[in-house]
């Protein structure tokens, strides 16, 4: 009985022990543990395993090739080392009294080698051929995501106009091979050194008994070689590819230019092929001891055109009195190369360019395409909006709206643009009272529901909710049978959900509704061991120790949805705006997410804020369930290269655009920072004449609106209008461009976001010889309205705070309209903004009121008034040719001479046409640049 005692002690403390050891393991893996854990409660265990896998695939099998191959060369050479007869142990003897004892240990350690080498021992060749193996291999491991993309990308079928390589090639093939080069060079000179200090070895053992090195060693040094010659060889011929990415030209151009292409790159050449002619004669000389003078000469005239190939006297020369005096004319073939490459790489190859005339007759306000277009402008700016959401619909302090969205729905089936934004849960508002364990992680756990308002309302008018109130309420026909927000972009602690307290979901009257939450996500909690790991994971006790689970519970974190994203796919560049999208089964984010590279061919690189790229597109919308946070990816360039290589290295995390929900895929629209990127790549690029680009003549620069002394650059901004193919309207991003240090107006500069015209950018170009207006300008008349600054003085005295909108710039009909919308705030403690007036102008006259219909019909009335003025004022009074006047005879000219008109000569009414001239231009005034040319500066990366 007492062993038996004795032995269930024993296996008891062995049980302890194993668990202990287990646990010990995986606290030390929490971190591996909780990422495997929550990738498959996403669906995404296979992906998170083939990212976890893929580097160490990558590590292995490239050391495993370069180690077959330098483990071939130690075996070739183990071939030919200790090839002479082996000496009898009494001549050995016989030299131990002739020779040192040193000599006789060297000769017997080097025996000792090999033999090991004659025997196949792998002690010798086998870490050797490893550590050079692993020495190339390592670079590939850190770099594992651009080795497989350079494996798996496709062929983008554009050749590069001075190399003919195909741009993937640039793209996918040239990095990987810049960055191994100087990897590999090193290891196979350490593997030619290691050999030769072999052979000399043997061959001065050889030498003592009259023999010879064996031929094979020989050719197996030349070999050698020649393999690190050839290295040396494709440097050179990289160098000559990596001119496509010469900035000696910026601020101008991007890329090689005249004196790169002309003498850099001969030289280069010259390099080559003196190079190559060393390295035969060299091998020549070593196998046939001929050519020494050959070599001599190879070597000499590949040390001049290697020297002069890194001089900078040569260039200098060339491009200060070559290039310089007839710049324009040796540049142009490679300005527009850099023109077409950087035009390509930005997707603005396929712009369309229409020609626009403003008028100052404006259409009738009665006509219904008027009506419609005035109906989607947006009068609210998106932070003053938030204000009021969170003044008039964030009923509980724990609540806290998102940034305000721009979506269009229909509303009672009309094509409506309108302002949304979500309800989301803000643990950092809880009362100091409830800030505690249980609150913060099993009661408060989810947002609730969002609201949304037309784009265009007027001022002195009511807030018109097209989604109000908790929970949701619409009296237009929207409905959300799921409004709870578990995931947004909020900061989110974890939380534990379904759990036995129950979970805050809304307020009703007096009480809270409690919930149970019921999603796919979420990892579960029910066993203590994964309560350990979470524990220790968070660093909360709490976690292991709470009675408060069931079997249903699960952990939910990484609740934002960027820092989600992020985990998921790091190699994904995003939108800084993120969008809510209101369906009737629940709300979704979409995510835009950008491909992009820096390595397109004569492209210039520009920095987005996060990154300096000279290629990107708009690849994949990352679509996220608010509610239970599943994340779905949808492919929307299939022509793009790297996300094709992507989704072929991740078959099953990319699905394709016809995947998406119908009701998902009508929300989709045009990311606001591509289209600013773009347009400020386009601002400079769309001179696409090589002389014109030269001058810098025509560039262009996003507006500025002078507010004192601050000075705000206009932005592009969603506008439903009927732009691209009339009379349709569409929901696009738009952006007036100016002339570079100008106020005026230049181009309207439009992308559409609805199918089938999504994506599309069109420029309205407006003539040059025309003054159009810019904000600036129009600002100034507003400030100069007397009226409207004694309604500003006014409000002022009574208290409130004025405060002036974002200027929208907008076509409307064949007229430019500039809307301004106007804020009151009041004096008092709680501030909120209330949309008191609408000015708006076309160019001459400026008008102030309630609703932009009023403002549109006030604007047509005062224009035709004066317009009305004007040809009073200058038309023709009397009917018929003007009376020449009396004449008298001039004796000096002895002509009869007109007399003078007391009044001047009356014109006529073709002088004035329905569009007048805007003031200060006159008809038939040549084009001039209105400012000095200044030096483009360019961003360098």
Same mark, same amino acid.
């Given at each position: 009985?007492?062993?038996?005692?004795?032995?269930?002690?024993?296996?008891?403390?062995?049980?302890?022990?194993?668990?202990?050891?287990?646990?010990?393991?995986?606290?030390?893996?929490?971190?591996?543990?909780?990422?495997?854990?929550?990738?498959?409660?996403?669906?995404?265990?296979? !992906? =998170? %395993?083939?990212?976890?896998?893929?580097?160490?695939? $990558? *590590?292995?099998?490239?050391?495993? @090739? +370069?180690? &077959?191959? /330098?483990?071939?060369?130690?075996?070739?050479?183990?071939?030919?080392?200790?090839?002479?007869?082996?000496?009898?142990?009494?001549?050995?003897?016989?030299?131990?009294?002739?020779?040192?004892?040193?000599?006789?240990?060297?000769?017997?350690?080097?025996?000792?080698?090999?033999?090991?080498?004659?025997?196949?021992?792998?002690?010798?060749?086998?870490?050797?051929?490893?550590?050079?193996?692993?020495?190339?291999?390592?670079?590939?491991?850190?770099?594992?995501?651009?080795?497989?993309?350079?494996?798996?990308?496709?062929?983008?079928?554009?050749?590069?106009?001075?190399?003919?390589?195909?741009?993937? !090639? =640039? %793209?996918?093939?040239?990095?990987?091979?810049?960055? $191994? *080069?100087?990897?590999?060079?090193? @290891? +196979?000179? &350490?593997? /030619?050194?290691?050999?030769?200090?072999?052979?000399?070895?043997?061959?001065?053992?050889?030498?003592?008994?009259?023999?010879?090195?064996?031929?094979?060693?020989?050719?197996?040094?030349?070999?050698?070689?020649?393999?690190?010659?050839?290295?040396?060889?494709?440097?050179?011929?990289?160098?000559?590819?990596?001119?496509?990415?010469?900035?000696?030209?910026?601020?101008?151009?991007?890329?090689?230019?005249?004196?790169?292409?002309?003498?850099?790159?001969?030289?280069?050449?010259?390099?080559?092929?003196?190079?190559?002619?060393?390295?035969?004669?060299?091998?020549?000389?070593?196998?046939?001891?001929?050519?020494?003078?050959?070599?001599?000469?190879?070597?000499?005239?590949? *040390?001049?055109?290697?020297?002069?190939?890194?001089?900078?006297?040569?260039?200098?020369?060339?491009?200060?009195?070559?290039?310089?005096?007839?710049?324009?004319?040796?540049?142009?073939?490679?300005?527009?190369?850099?023109?077409?490459?950087?035009?390509?790489?930005?997707?603005?190859?396929?712009?369309?360019?229409?020609?626009?005339?403003?008028?100052?007759?404006?259409?009738?306000?009665?006509?219904?395409?008027?009506?419609?277009?005035?109906?989607?402008?947006?009068?609210?700016?998106?932070?003053?909006?938030?204000?009021?959401?969170?003044?008039?619909?964030?009923?509980?302090?724990?609540?806290?709206?998102?940034?305000?969205?721009?979506?269009?729905?229909?509303?009672?089936?009309?094509?409506?643009?309108?302002?949304?934004?979500?309800?989301? *849960?803000?643990?950092?508002?809880?009362?100091?009272?409830?800030?505690?364990?249980?609150?913060?992680?099993?009661?408060?756990?989810?947002?609730?529901?969002?609201?949304?308002?037309?784009?265009?309302?007027?001022?002195?008018?009511?807030?018109?909710?097209?989604?109000?109130?908790?929970?949701?309420?619409?009296?237009?026909?929207?409905?959300?049978?799921?409004?709870?927000?578990?995931?947004?972009?909020?900061?989110?602690?974890?939380?534990?959900?379904?759990?036995?307290?129950?979970?805050?979901?809304?307020?009703?009257?007096?009480?809270?509704?409690?919930?149970?939450?019921?999603?796919?996500?979420?990892?579960?909690?029910?066993?203590?061991?994964?309560?350990?790991?979470?524990?220790?994971?968070?660093?909360?006790?709490?976690?292991?120790?709470?009675?408060?689970?069931?079997?249903?519970?699960?952990?939910?974190?990484?609740?934002?949805?960027?820092?989600?994203?992020?985990?998921?796919?790091?190699?994904?560049?995003?939108?800084?705006?993120?969008?809510?999208?209101?369906?009737?089964?629940?709300?979704?984010?979409?995510?835009?997410?950008?491909?992009?590279?820096?390595?397109?061919?004569?492209?210039?690189?520009?920095?987005?804020?996060?990154?300096?790229?000279?290629?990107?597109?708009?690849?994949?919308?990352?679509?996220?369930?608010?509610?239970?946070?599943?994340?779905?990816?949808?492919?929307?360039?299939?022509?793009?290269?790297?996300?094709?290589?992507?989704?072929?290295?991740?078959?099953?995390?990319?699905?394709?655009?016809?995947?998406?929900?119908?009701?998902?895929?009508?929300?989709?629209?045009?990311?606001?920072?591509?289209?600013?990127?773009?347009?400020?790549?386009?601002?400079?690029?769309?001179?696409?004449?090589?002389?014109?680009?030269?001058?810098?003549?025509?560039?262009?620069?996003?507006?500025?609106?002078?507010?004192?002394?601050?000075?705000?650059?206009?932005?592009?901004?969603?506008?439903?209008?009927?732009?691209?193919?009339?009379?349709?309207?569409?929901?696009?991003?738009?952006?007036?461009?100016?002339?570079?240090?100008?106020?005026?107006?230049?181009?309207?500069?439009?992308?559409?976001?609805?199918?089938?015209?999504?994506?599309?950018?069109?420029?309205?170009?407006?003539?040059?010889?025309?003054?159009?207006?810019?904000?600036?300008?129009?600002?100034?008349?507003?400030?100069?309205?007397?009226?409207?600054?004694?309604?500003?003085?006014?409000?002022?005295?009574?208290?409130?705070?004025?405060?002036?909108?974002?200027?929208?710039?907008?076509?409307?009909?064949?007229?430019?309209?500039?809307?301004?919308?106007?804020?009151?705030?009041?004096?008092?403690?709680?501030?909120?903004?209330?949309?008191?007036?609408?000015?708006?102008?076309?160019?001459?006259?400026?008008?102030?009121?309630?609703?932009?219909?009023?403002?549109?019909?006030?604007?047509?009335?005062?224009?035709?008034?004066?317009?009305?003025?004007?040809?009073?004022?200058?038309?023709?009074?009397?009917?018929?040719?003007?009376?020449?006047?009396?004449?008298?005879?001039?004796?000096?000219?002895?002509?009869?001479?007109?007399?003078?008109?007391?009044?001047?000569?009356?014109?006529?009414?073709?002088?004035?046409?329905?569009?007048?001239?805007?003031?200060?231009?006159?008809?038939?005034?040549?084009?001039?640049?209105?400012?000095?040319?200044?030096?483009?500066?360019?961003?360098?990366?």
């Amino acid at each position: 009985m007492t062993r038996l005692k004795r032995w269930l002690l024993i296996l008891g403390a062995g049980f302890v022990f194993l668990n202990l050891v287990i646990i010990f393991i995986a606290l030390l893996v929490a971190d591996f543990l909780v990422d495997f854990w929550w990738f498959d409660s996403l669906g995404y265990l296979f !992906y =998170f %395993l083939q990212r976890l896998l893929y580097r160490y695939v $990558v *590590l292995i099998s490239v050391t495993f @090739a +370069f180690f &077959l191959f /330098f483990f071939f060369n130690f075996w070739v050479a183990s071939r030919y080392l200790g090839t002479y007869e082996k000496e009898p142990e009494d001549d050995l003897d016989l030299i131990a009294d002739e020779a040192s004892e040193l000599k006789i240990k060297a000769r017997k350690t080097y025996k000792d080698l090999t033999r090991m080498f004659l025997t196949g021992s792998l002690w010798v060749y086998t870490p050797l051929s490893l550590i050079l193996a692993v020495i190339i291999a390592l670079p590939l491991f850190e770099q594992w995501e651009m080795f497989l993309l350079y494996l798996f990308a496709p062929s983008m079928g554009i050749a590069e106009s001075t190399f003919g390589r195909d741009v993937s !090639y =640039f %793209l996918f093939s040239y990095p990987i091979y810049t960055l $191994v *080069l100087h990897r590999l060079l090193l @290891a +196979f000179l &350490l593997l /030619f050194a290691a050999l030769v200090v072999l052979y000399l070895v043997e061959r001065r053992i050889l030498a003592t008994r009259e023999q010879k090195l064996a031929r094979g060693a020989r050719w197996h040094l030349s070999a050698l070689i020649l393999v690190a010659f050839f290295i040396e060889i494709w440097h050179f011929i990289l160098q000559a590819h990596g001119l496509v990415y010469s900035t000696t030209h910026q601020p101008l151009f991007f890329g090689a230019g005249f004196t790169e292409m002309n003498i850099v790159l001969p030289l280069i050449w010259l390099s080559l092929f003196f190079l190559m002619g060393t390295a035969f004669s060299l091998i020549t000389y070593i196998n046939a001891r001929k050519g020494m003078k050959v070599l001599i000469t190879f070597t000499v005239l590949f *040390l001049v055109a290697f020297g002069l190939r890194h001089s900078t006297f040569l260039p200098k020369v060339v491009q200060q009195y070559i290039v310089k005096p007839n710049e324009i004319h040796r540049e142009r073939p490679y300005i527009e190369r850099n023109i077409e490459a950087t035009l390509a790489s930005f997707k603005l190859d396929n712009v369309e360019t229409r020609e626009f005339s403003p008028s100052l007759l404006m259409p009738d306000i009665e006509a219904p395409r008027i009506k419609a277009e005035l109906r989607n402008i947006p009068v609210w700016d998106g932070e003053l909006l938030e204000d009021v959401f969170q003044q008039l619909q964030q009923l509980r302090t724990y609540y806290q709206f998102s940034p305000v969205d721009v979506a269009r729905y229909y509303v009672n089936n009309v094509y409506q643009q309108v302002f949304l934004s979500a309800r989301e *849960l803000d643990h950092a508002m809880l009362p100091p009272g409830a800030r505690n364990w249980i609150n913060e992680h099993l009661s408060y756990t989810h947002g609730f529901g969002t609201v949304m308002v037309p784009a265009s309302q007027g001022g002195d008018e009511p807030m018109t909710w097209f989604i109000r109130g908790i929970p949701p309420e619409s009296d237009f026909g929207f409905q959300i049978r799921q409004p709870a927000i578990y995931h947004g972009l909020g900061n989110y602690p974890y939380a534990i959900a379904p759990n036995d307290t129950g979970e805050m979901h809304y307020p009703r009257g007096a009480t809270n509704v409690i919930y149970n939450y019921t999603g796919k996500s979420g990892v579960p909690v029910s066993s203590l061991f994964k309560k350990l790991i979470f524990a220790y994971y968070f660093g909360h006790r709490d976690v292991f120790f709470t009675t408060k689970t069931n079997p249903d519970s699960r952990i939910l974190f990484r609740q934002n949805i960027l820092e989600r994203i992020k985990t998921i796919t790091p190699f994904l560049m995003l939108d800084r705006d993120p969008y809510l999208v209101v369906t009737d089964d629940r709300l979704y984010w979409i995510q835009d997410a950008y491909t992009y590279s820096k390595m397109y061919p004569y492209a210039t690189p520009y920095h987005t804020g996060q990154k300096w790229v000279n290629y990107i597109r708009n690849s994949v919308k990352i679509v996220v369930d608010a509610y239970d946070g599943t994340v779905d990816y949808y492919i929307f360039e299939p022509d793009d290269p790297i996300i094709t290589a992507y989704s072929r290295i991740y078959p099953s995390l990319f699905k394709s655009r016809t995947e998406m929900p119908p009701e998902l895929l009508t929300q989709v629209r045009y990311p606001m920072d591509i289209f600013t990127l773009q347009m400020h790549v386009y601002s400079k690029y769309q001179q696409r004449d090589p002389e014109v680009f030269y001058q810098q003549e025509d560039k262009w620069e996003f507006p500025k609106l002078h507010r004192g002394k601050e000075q705000v650059t206009i932005t592009p901004y969603y506008l439903t209008l009927n732009l691209i193919s009339p009379p349709r309207f569409d929901f696009l991003l738009l952006l007036p461009m100016s002339p570079k240090g100008r106020d005026n107006l230049r181009s309207l500069a439009i992308v559409g976001c609805d199918p089938p015209f999504y994506g599309q950018i069109i420029i309205y170009d407006l003539p040059k010889g025309e003054l159009i207006h810019g904000p600036s300008q129009i600002n100034a008349l507003i400030n100069q309205d007397t009226t409207i600054a004694q309604q500003f003085t006014l409000w002022d005295q009574i208290g409130s705070e004025v405060s002036r909108g974002k200027m929208i710039i907008l076509p409307v009909g064949d007229v430019i309209l500039y809307i301004q919308p106007v804020y009151l705030k009041a004096a008092a403690q709680l501030k909120i903004p209330e949309l008191k007036r609408l000015i708006m102008s076309q160019g001459q006259v400026v008008v102030m009121e309630r609703s932009l219909e009023e403002a549109y019909a006030e604007l047509q009335q005062r224009t035709e008034a004066e317009m009305a003025r004007i040809r009073e004022r200058f038309g023709p009074i009397l009917e018929g040719p003007p009376d020449p006047g009396p004449t008298r005879f001039d004796p000096l000219l002895d002509v009869p001479r007109i007399l003078p008109d007391p009044m001047p000569p009356l014109m006529d009414d073709s002088l004035f046409p329905a569009d007048p001239m805007p003031e200060g231009e006159e008809e038939g005034e040549p084009d001039t640049l209105p400012f000095p040319l200044e030096e483009p500066v360019e961003e360098q990366p």
